[in-house]
C-alpha cells in the first residue's frame, strides 16, 4: 500500500530472542534485499536456533533459505503439508 510504518528497533541494536516470533511480509525487492543483509540472515537464524514462530510470506521465503541447512521451508497447501511430513 506504501504506507510507511514507525520503525521501534533497528536489527543490528535489538536481538531477534527478545521477539515471541518474526514475520516478514512479501514482495521480491524487499526479500532480495534482506537475503543480502548480513544482519537479517542472522536475525532469522537466531530466531529459528531458539525455537521462536518465523513466518514469511511469499519470496521472504528465501530468507530461511539464505539462513543455512536445517531449516525447512514449504507452503501450507495439504499436498506439500504431506510430502513435508515424508521428508
Do not use: Y
Not at 514449504?74 to 506439500?80: E, I, K, M
Request: aromatic share 4%; net charge negative.
Amino acid at each position: 500500500s506504501g504506507q510507511q510504518v514507525p520503525v521501534d528497533f533497528a536489527l543490528q541494536t535489538m536481538p531477534s530472542v527478545m521477539f515471541d516470533g518474526v514475520l516478514v511480509p512479501g514482495g521480491a525487492a524487499c526479500a532480495q534485499a534482506l537475503q543480502r543483509n548480513p544482519d537479517a540472515v542472522l536475525f532469522v537464524q537466531e530466531a529459528w536456533r531458539h525455537g521462536k514462530a518465523i513466518c514469511l510470506i511469499g519470496e521472504a521465503g528465501g530468507l530461511l533459505q539464505a539462513s543455512g541447512p536445517g531449516l525447512i521451508v514449504g507452503r501450507s497447501d495439504p499436498g506439500t503439508r504431506g510430502q513435508m511430513a515424508q521428508d
